[in-house]
């Protein structure tokens, strides 16, 4: 399970705090699940280090703290910057 939350200021908008808070398996919703997704996010877990993440990132290109990488979106081992 993953925790996101909006940062009350960030840089970016498309930047979320994430952290995984505990294991979980979820019903398939027919039709809802892309399936090549499924499987790329479950080798990820396999890879392991899936605590390290720290942000949820939309609309940007994925860079080395990418710890996954969806459809325009990516999970990432690297804090959210503070607003200035």
Request: glycine share 6%; with cysteine.
């Amino acid at each position: 399970m993953l925790l996101i939350t909006r940062p009350s200021a960030a840089v970016n908008p498309g930047e979320f705090h994430a952290q995984f808070v505990s294991s979980a398996i979820f019903i398939n919703c027919s039709g809802a699940r892309d399936e090549g997704t499924a499987r790329k996010l479950s080798a990820a877990f396999k890879r392991g280090n899936y605590r390290n993440v720290r942000s949820v990132r939309r609309n940007s290109t994925p860079d080395e703290t990418c710890w996954f990488a969806g459809n325009n979106w990516w999970l990432s081992t690297r804090e959210i910057a503070p607003h200035p």
